[in-house]
């Protein structure tokens, strides 16, 4: 079956939560913080979407994406992440399901770009590619992609919202 996807709702946030925290908790490179993460985001209205994914009633899978900044000052750009699926749910298309909503909802309002930090293998099948011109300070570039809707932007420095930077 596959999953409906929609916006989030506040009775979602509890569910959201949870379903972030079982994500994350055997990936390699998680930092623990996910869920603090997102709600730290919605607290300061920088959720520019927030997706689930429901099955029978049930949050299965959440999407979020918050607006970023470059040093180039190119409005319209957007991270997308984190993205989290219950493990029981894995490898059913539902993340990527999420990916693919978001990403045209971010079409749809005329977005500059988006910019993930994730598996190469994962997020290039959604036209994520590695762009020298955009740089996330102390990651490894592989693993910084980019996926441009319009050709306006000259890249830059990619910083994320604060809420990324809660302490482990």
């Known amino acids: 079956m596959n999953p409906h996807i929609r916006p989030e709702t506040p009775e979602d946030i509890p569910a959201i939560a949870s379903v972030i925290a079982r994500a994350f908790a055997t990936a390699?490179?998680?930092?623990?913080?996910?869920?603090?993460?997102?709600a730290a985001l919605r607290d300061a209205g920088a959720l520019a979407l927030s997706l689930v994914a429901e099955t029978r009633g049930s949050v299965v899978g959440h999407l979020a994406l918050s607006p970023v900044a470059l040093s180039s000052r190119t409005p319209g750009w957007y991270g997308l992440g984190p993205l989290a699926v219950a493990p029981g749910h894995q490898g059913r298309g539902t993340g990527g399901r999420l990916v693919a909503r978001a990403l045209d909802t971010l079409r749809q309002r005329h977005a500059a770009g988006c910019v993930v930090l994730g598996e190469p293998g994962y997020y290039g099948?959604?036209?994520?590619r590695t762009d020298p011109a955009f740089v996330l300070p102390g990651v490894p570039p592989e693993y910084f992609q980019v996926i441009r809707f319009t050709q306006a932007s000259s890249g830059g420095t990619v910083a994320y919202h604060e809420a990324f930077h809660i302490a482990a």
């Open 125 to 128: 099948r959604f036209g994520f």
């Open 28 to 38: 390699p490179h998680a930092s623990g913080t996910e869920a603090q993460i997102v």
